[in-house]
């Protein structure tokens, strides 16, 4: 198995768990935050419905398409939506890229007055999933905070058992 077929996998094991989380979240609790510095839930979830946008830009044009008016809270059937549409969409370019352009192609994000982060079209790929797989950790630890259940993500939780 090679990187791009390990990250296919890796796409299709997590696409249930993102979306069990996103799905937990209680539609009246979008604007919880566990600290004054904490990022609100419903914004954690919106970035978890843009993610796959962003990486589908890195293997098409090098750039990831991060658009940050889709990090605004809509309603649950909407996030949903848009994370489901996101994703297919990732998943077909993911299939769609060759191996050459996967493993030599190279990504560029611009990050302000911080630099930039230029890499291999793969390395930024998998550095945009564990960011995403980082918020959901973010976003589920919330979850029993707002009184909702916490999914089951890499086994069972206290609250699927």
């Known amino acids: 198995m090679n990187t791009k ?3 296919i996998k890796t796409l299709k094991d997590e696409q249930k768990k993102f979306r069990d989380v ?3 979240l209680p539609e009246d609790q979008f604007s919880h935050k566990v600290h004054d ?21 890195i293997l098409i044009s090098g750039v990831p398409a991060f658009n940050a008016h889709a990090m605004k809270a809509k309603t ?12 297919s969409y990732l998943l077909k370019n993911v299939e769609n890229i060759s191996i050459e352009d996967w493993e030599n192609g190279n990504g560029v ?12 079209k793969y390395n930024m790929s998998w550095g945009f999933l564990f960011d995403a797989i980082h918020h959901r950790g973010q ?3 919330y979850l ?14 206290a609250d699927t058992q």
Not at 50 to 56: P, V
Not at 76 to 87: C, I, K
Not at 109 to 120: A, F, I, Q, R, V
């Open 22 to 24: 996103i799905e937990a």
């Open 5 to 7: 077929e390990f990250f």
């Open 109 to 120: 994000l611009d990050m302000g007055p911080n630099g930039k982060w230029e890499d291999k």
């Open 37 to 57: 510095r904490a990022r609100e839930a419903g914004n954690l979830a919106a970035q978890l419905t843009a993610q796959w946008e962003a990486i589908s830009g």
């Open 139 to 141: 976003l589920s630890t």
């Open 144 to 157: 029993r905070a707002m009184g909702a259940k916490v999914p089951s993500i890499y086994g069972p939780s």
């Open 76 to 87: 649950r059937a909407e996030m949903l939506s848009v994370f489901d549409t996101g994703y």
